[in-house]
């Protein structure tokens, strides 16, 4: 289904980013960074499992979503709906939320096994919603224009 494409893929992403870093991992895995020193710890299943769960969890939600709107929409005349320019956007704002959660996923995994450290997870997260803010406007604008030109169209007819 294209409608979920984007959360789909991060899904499968983070899938292979765990299998692949899971072997590089102490037993022990810093989790939580203050003044970019670690101070928490967890074993390195729970701390995968908590970083591949969400992920799942949002692809799950994204496909629930754009399915619920296509049955709703079943039951709209065709021409007083705008679904169809928004369901792209609908199933694929939920990778807003997995591109920051793997971007946290990288962090740790990155620290962990080589002592490396990418920049604070809220930086990228303010990035990323800015990003995803336009983008989502426009996305929104642009499907509100195209339904008032069917609407137009419809009561020229």
Same mark, same amino acid.
């Given at each position: ?26 037993? %022990? ?9 670690? %101070? ?66 990288? %962090? ?13 997870v809220w930086v990228f997260a303010v990035i ?30």
């Open positions: 289904m294209t409608h979920i494409v984007l959360p789909a893929a991060i899904l499968i992403i983070s899938i292979v980013l765990a299998a692949f870093f899971y072997r590089l991992l102490p037993p %022990d895995v810093a989790y939580h960074f203050q003044n970019g020193s670690p %101070d928490r710890w967890l074993g390195r299943a729970p701390v995968t499992a908590w970083l591949v769960v969400p992920q799942a969890l949002f692809t799950l939600l994204a496909f629930g979503m754009v399915r619920t709107a296509m049955l709703s929409a079943r039951y709209l005349p065709p021409e007083s709906s705008p679904m169809p320019g928004l369901l792209p956007v609908m199933g694929n704002m939920l990778a807003l939320p997995q591109v920051i959660l793997i971007f946290a996923m990288l %962090d740790i995994f990155l620290y962990n096994a080589y002592q490396v450290k990418l920049m604070p990323v919603m800015a990003l995803g803010g336009i983008i989502l406007v426009v996305f929104f604008v642009r499907t509100a224009r195209q339904f008032r030109r069917r609407q137009a169209k419809i009561l020229r007819e």
